[in-house]
């Protein structure tokens, strides 16, 4: 299988002539690329015509997501965390269900592609899984509505193979705000800090993209392991509601976290973000004006698109928020969460998995060594999952697990 992987790598190499894309290669060969969110089991769910049919969703063909097998070995990817994302807004079937669905539908995919993909829910199976050219697949929830309030629920789904959990969506919880949620609680409640707790003590990663900076804070002064974020960026360059303030940011050293720089346009581009909102208003505007005109509505959206090109972003920009975490933080405390299948657009020059070369090599011509990009790569978060590792053992030699509900932390949660 390596040797297969390095094939597809050849011609990369024969046509670029490019010593940075030559040392990102290396680079790849010799650490493993983890990502920290691919939303591909969502995308498997939604697939039109087959939704859930993970043999429909064929992955050995090219797919018409971001991800398939061949795009993935081109890219060099040698681990993932697979988003089990499910959206916090469903109010029919109950989170459980869909989320038991989510992670049903990775492990298919794990057991479907058993020489392409190795379940590694250790760092050391991290490792091993790489070491024979399989990619390393561990599963993240993104959202912790899917616990329904149960630290039972919780441990279950540790069981089941989650490694780590977003604590909040775009919906604020009982227990936590979301960034672009109402602020209810300024932060954690004290079920909340059970939560990062009890996920200290089990050994799963608190992740706290798309939380509040109140929720980053008080997660960071509640945690004994590192913490992630699995796929945000930098506030300091685009202010929205879902990038991490420099103030938090700068915490990161002393609690070992890592900050995984995401893809998401909206997120790395102020003129990208600033265009969308521009846009809504555009909308809103010309439905209030033509009511049920549809012809007359995107004559006039036309019109105003031609004299409003939209902004885009760029894989300078993944750059500019890589570098400047690295300058805050420092270089141990950065990595990579693609959100690839999560976004429908993405920036110029990483429209897909095969990509990611060209990243590392956009950073070499930036003057980054091997040995700081095997950092990124995945150096550091695999040092981050190894920590939490040694915590819980720790923990789970003087702390049980909890009981505690939020019934008797915070008292009843409101309808």
């Known amino acids: 299988m390596r040797a297969f992987l390095l094939a597809l790598c050849l011609p990369l190499v024969a046509t670029a002539q490019d010593p940075h894309m030559a040392k990102a290669m290396r680079v790849l060969r010799s650490s493993p690329l983890i990502d920290g969110h691919n939303d591909l089991p969502w995308v498997i769910r939604n697939n039109k ?43 029919d079937s109950g989170f459980a269900k869909v989320q038991l669905e989510q992670i049903d539908i990775a492990q298919q995919v794990f057991r479907r592609y058993p020489g392409v993909f190795q379940e590694a829910r250790t760092t050391a199976a991290m490792r091993r899984a790489f070491a024979s050219g399989k990619i390393g697949s561990v599963m993240g929830m993104e959202g912790g509505h899917a616990i329904e309030n149960s630290l039972g629920a919780l441990r279950a789904y540790y069981d089941m193979g989650v490694r780590y959990m977003t604590l909040t969506h775009n919906v604020t919880l009982d227990w936590a705000d979301a960034g672009n949620g109402d602020q209810k609680h300024g932060g954690l409640t004290r079920f909340g800090e059970e939560v990062v707790r009890e996920m200290n003590r089990m050994g799963m990663l608190v992740d706290l993209a798309h939380t509040s900076p109140s929720t980053m804070s008080d997660a960071l002064n509640v945690a004994e392991a590192p913490v992630i974020w699995s796929h945000a960026c930098a506030r300091a360059i685009a202010d929205v509601p879902r990038n991490v303030p420099d103030s938090i940011i700068a915490r990161l050293p002393k609690n070992g976290g890592v900050l995984m720089v995401t893809f998401v346009p909206g997120f790395l581009s102020q003129k990208v973000a600033d265009y969308s909102v521009l846009r809504r208003a555009k909308t809103v505007q010309l439905q209030s004006q033509f009511g049920n005109d549809s012809a007359g509505y995107n004559r006039e959206m036309r019109a105003w698109e031609r004299e409003h090109p939209p902004a885009r972003a760029t894989i300078k920009d993944v750059a500019d928020h890589i570098e400047h975490v690295r300058k805050v933080a420092g270089v141990n405390h950065v990595g990579i969460g693609s959100d690839y299948d999560g976004v429908d657009d993405l920036p110029d020059g990483l429209e897909d998995v095969a990509a990611y070369p060209k990243l ?37 030699k003087s702390r049980k697990a909890s009981t505690r509900t939020i019934e008797e932390l915070d008292g009843r949660p409101k309808a």
Not at 61 to 66: E, F, L, S, V, Y
């Open 49 to 91: 015509g087959a939704p859930k049919d993970v043999a429909a969703y064929d992955l050995t063909k090219r797919t018409t997501g971001h991800t398939d097998i061949a795009r993935l070995k081109r890219g060099m990817v040698g681990g993932q965390f697979w988003s089990v994302y499910i959206p916090g807004e469903i109010k």
């Open 360 to 396: 590392f090599a956009e950073l070499s011509r930036r003057g980054w060594s091997e040995a700081d990009l095997r950092k990124l790569a995945g150096e550091n978060v695999l040092r981050a999952l190894s920590e939490a590792e040694r915590v819980a053992a720790r923990l789970q």
